[in-house]
């Protein structure tokens, strides 16, 4: 969500500067010694990563070489977690310069890319050549290998997570070794590594799956009444491609929902005035309503690229900060009503710290740590004020709540969910930590979000 803070925005533009200036070195060194005032942060701003120790590399024998340097390292993406993922306060290892399309297979319908390279940069150069991926998350600008990492999302009961477009990794292991797995040869270790959280290794090449490019077209209706919702629920969701309802759990309603659906299809969307009680809007909306839609991707049925519509941020803007916090919570499909209505009765709780929630669904897949694991589910996130007292107060009171459903948080966002709980939710941790061990048995990628979450029991 973009709420642009100048102050951060100035820290990015360094970043991409000091970025640039050690792109054009030929060798790994290190980058900048960070002046305190001018410490490395998350996208948000609300996490100062633990080191100033950056190094970029430019190649695959580079971060072979670097990883077998270093005790103790992460690789950070596009900076776009809430939590300390990916966090170091050894090492941080950028592939952002290694940002190349590998090869397009129109054969296969595969497209390898090298890991720090962005759905933004990948998806015009999919769609000139006719080809689209599944599913875009919320924006465009989060790199694939990190995006993957922690099973990213868009929206769609027939969607998968961004992640399920996986089909091959290469991954650079704690002993510097090229690993490569795939889904037709490697079956439960691909499965397990593709959700890796930093954990494995370093990715180095991704092959996702593609498909015919296709075009298609948004409308966003306005105060759906929230019994319809209940009452509702399954033909809301399946009224289109991908389907997303944003709330601020006030006035018993949801504010808006975005119908996303590929113009081609034999059942296109129809853009009735009116659906489940909303009425359709007459302009191009922001997911406040109150904020200006200038940064929003196309609305009002115009028919656009696949790329320019899952998004519901504008690939052009370049959302340098944003002054907010996140949480996201996957209840299981069958659940999805109940677990709604029962966030909605803390509505006087969150209201006040919310700049809006987003709820979607998203299809069942079979990787490891996905929490959409064997079951498809609906997610309920939070868009917060910056304000983290009072996020960090409601977070454990909305999880009591959602603990009946066995509510799983998002690896990327903020949650309070403690490390038991979250290895009786995420059944295949303890086969995930032997994996983990297979590739780096010295824990050189764990870092302390790893150690507490993953490996503490
Ligand atoms: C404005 C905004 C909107 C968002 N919208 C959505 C949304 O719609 N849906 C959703 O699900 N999430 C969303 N997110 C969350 C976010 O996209 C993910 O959490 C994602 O991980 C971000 O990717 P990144 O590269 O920025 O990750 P980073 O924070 O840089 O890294 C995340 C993890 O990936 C690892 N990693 C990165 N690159 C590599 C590599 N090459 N090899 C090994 N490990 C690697 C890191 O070590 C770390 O563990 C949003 C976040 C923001 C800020």
Redesign the pocket.
């Given at each position: 969500?973009?709420n642009v803070d100048t102050a951060i925005a100035m820290n990015k533009r360094t970043f991409i500067k000091l970025f640039a200036a050690m792109i054009a070195s030929p060798v790994i060194s290190p980058l900048f010694a960070w002046a305190s005032s001018n410490k490395l942060k998350?996208?948000?701003g609300n996490l100062e990563y633990g080191t100033d120790r950056l190094y970029s590399a430019n190649s695959l024998e580079q971060v072979r070489d670097y990883v077998k340097k270093q005790s103790k390292l992460?690789?950070?993406?596009?900076?776009?977690?809430?939590n300390n993922?990916?966090d170091s306060t050894h090492n941080i290892l950028s592939?952002k310069s290694m940002d190349e399309v590998v090869a397009l297979d129109p054969e296969a319908h595969t497209v390898t890319v090298n890991?720090?390279i962005?759905y933004g940069q990948l998806c015009p150069y999919l769609h000139t050549r006719g080809f689209a991926l599944h599913n875009l998350?919320?924006?465009p600008?989060?790199?694939?290998?990190?995006?993957c990492?922690?099973?990213?999302?868009?929206s769609g009961e027939k969607n998968g997570?961004?992640a399920t477009a996986v089909s091959a990794l290469e991954?650079v292991t704690a002993a510097g070794e090229v690993v490569k797995l795939s889904r037709q040869i490697d079956g439960e270790a691909f499965r397990g590594a593709v959700v890796?959280?930093?954990?494995?290794?370093?990715?180095?090449k991704i092959t996702l799956d593609v498909q015919p490019t296709f075009m298609m077209r948004q409308y966003v209706y306005e105060n759906l009444p929230l019994s319809e919702m209940r009452d509702q629920f399954d033909a809301i969701e399946s009224s289109a491609y991908s389907v997303s309802l944003f709330t601020d759990w006030q006035k018993q309603r949801i504010n808006e929902v975005w119908i996303k659906s590929r113009v081609e299809e034999g059942q296109a969307f129809e853009a009735t005035s009116e659906f489940f009680g909303a009425k359709r809007a007459i302009r191009n909306l922001h997911p406040i309503a109150e904020l200006s839609a200038e940064n929003c991707t196309e609305q009002m049925g115009v028919p656009g690229p696949w790329y320019e519509r899952l998004?519901?941020?504008r690939m052009g803007f370049t959302?340098s900060a944003?002054k907010?916090l996140?949480s996201?919570y996957f209840v299981p499909r069958r659940h999805a009503v109940e677990a709604i209505l029962a966030v909605e009765r803390l509505h006087d709780q969150v209201s006040p710290h919310l700049m809006i929630s987003?709820i979607?669904a998203i299809a069942a897949d079979n990787l490891w740590l996905s929490p959409c694991y064997e079951q498809p589910c609906v997610?309920i996130?939070f868009t917060w004020k910056q304000d983290w007292p009072a996020v960090r107060k409601l977070m454990p009171v909305i999880e009591k709540e959602l603990a009946p459903f066995n509510a799983r948080p998002?690896?990327?966002?903020l949650f309070t969910t403690s490390p038991a709980e979250l290895k009786s939710i995420y059944k295949k941790i303890p086969e995930f930590v032997q994996l983990s061990k297979k590739y780096d048995p010295q824990g050189k990628?764990r870092n302390e979000?790893?150690n507490t979450n993953i490996f503490s029991s």
């Amino acid at each position: 969500m973009p709420n642009v803070d100048t102050a951060i925005a100035m820290n990015k533009r360094t970043f991409i500067k000091l970025f640039a200036a050690m792109i054009a070195s030929p060798v790994i060194s290190p980058l900048f010694a960070w002046a305190s005032s001018n410490k490395l942060k998350n996208w948000a701003g609300n996490l100062e990563y633990g080191t100033d120790r950056l190094y970029s590399a430019n190649s695959l024998e580079q971060v072979r070489d670097y990883v077998k340097k270093q005790s103790k390292l992460k690789v950070l993406g596009t900076r776009h977690c809430f939590n300390n993922i990916a966090d170091s306060t050894h090492n941080i290892l950028s592939l952002k310069s290694m940002d190349e399309v590998v090869a397009l297979d129109p054969e296969a319908h595969t497209v390898t890319v090298n890991a720090g390279i962005t759905y933004g940069q990948l998806c015009p150069y999919l769609h000139t050549r006719g080809f689209a991926l599944h599913n875009l998350a919320s924006l465009p600008h989060i790199s694939i290998a990190g995006a993957c990492s922690t099973a990213t999302h868009g929206s769609g009961e027939k969607n998968g997570n961004l992640a399920t477009a996986v089909s091959a990794l290469e991954i650079v292991t704690a002993a510097g070794e090229v690993v490569k797995l795939s889904r037709q040869i490697d079956g439960e270790a691909f499965r397990g590594a593709v959700v890796g959280l930093g954990a494995l290794g370093v990715i180095t090449k991704i092959t996702l799956d593609v498909q015919p490019t296709f075009m298609m077209r948004q409308y966003v209706y306005e105060n759906l009444p929230l019994s319809e919702m209940r009452d509702q629920f399954d033909a809301i969701e399946s009224s289109a491609y991908s389907v997303s309802l944003f709330t601020d759990w006030q006035k018993q309603r949801i504010n808006e929902v975005w119908i996303k659906s590929r113009v081609e299809e034999g059942q296109a969307f129809e853009a009735t005035s009116e659906f489940f009680g909303a009425k359709r809007a007459i302009r191009n909306l922001h997911p406040i309503a109150e904020l200006s839609a200038e940064n929003c991707t196309e609305q009002m049925g115009v028919p656009g690229p696949w790329y320019e519509r899952l998004p519901h941020f504008r690939m052009g803007f370049t959302p340098s900060a944003g002054k907010e916090l996140q949480s996201e919570y996957f209840v299981p499909r069958r659940h999805a009503v109940e677990a709604i209505l029962a966030v909605e009765r803390l509505h006087d709780q969150v209201s006040p710290h919310l700049m809006i929630s987003e709820i979607r669904a998203i299809a069942a897949d079979n990787l490891w740590l996905s929490p959409c694991y064997e079951q498809p589910c609906v997610t309920i996130h939070f868009t917060w004020k910056q304000d983290w007292p009072a996020v960090r107060k409601l977070m454990p009171v909305i999880e009591k709540e959602l603990a009946p459903f066995n509510a799983r948080p998002h690896w990327g966002k903020l949650f309070t969910t403690s490390p038991a709980e979250l290895k009786s939710i995420y059944k295949k941790i303890p086969e995930f930590v032997q994996l983990s061990k297979k590739y780096d048995p010295q824990g050189k990628f764990r870092n302390e979000f790893l150690n507490t979450n993953i490996f503490s029991s």
